[in-house]
């Protein structure tokens, strides 16, 4: 599968709010299962690809895939390999693209994010270095 990361919408095949066993039709069989049981009776299933740095979230009482997360460096976002970029060339790919609004912020565990809230899509650094893209619908 391709990681073309299309904002809003979900990565290669992987669509915002299909069902698990669909995702699971994508992806195959994950390497970890894990339910979560939140607050006011909402549950979280995430589904972990650790050899291909992928890792999905579903949400909701059928659940639907609501967030991914990436550390798989052969993603793309607007046609550019994207784990190839430094934070100043992911924000001006951003920018050049009308994402315009953006949130930084150094987090507790050490790592810079940098989020584009109109594209609901966060990118983690550790110590200058893109290991994470968090996105959701």
Do not use: H
């Not at 972990?48 to 909701?60: A, S, V, W």
């Not at 109109?118 to 270095?129: A, L, S, T, V």
């Amino acid at each position: 599968m391709q990681l073309n990361i299309n904002i809003k919408q979900g990565v290669g095949d992987l669509r915002f709010a299909m069902p698990v066993e669909e995702a699971m039709t994508v992806m195959g069989t994950a390497d970890e299962v894990e339910n979560i049981d939140n607050a006011a009776d909402e549950s979280t299933t995430v589904l972990r690809y650790n050899d291909q740095g992928i890792t999905l979230f579903f949400e909701g009482e059928n659940p639907q895939l609501a967030c991914i997360d990436l550390a798989n460096e052969e993603c793309t976002l607007f046609g550019q390999s994207v784990f190839e970029l430094n934070e100043r060339a992911i924000v001006d790919l951003m920018v050049k693209n009308n994402y315009l609004e953006q949130d930084v912020d150094d987090e507790d565990w050490g790592e810079r994010r940098v989020s584009f809230p109109e594209g609901n899509i966060d990118f983690y650094f550790d110590e200058g270095e893109l290991v994470s893209i968090i996105l959701g619908a």
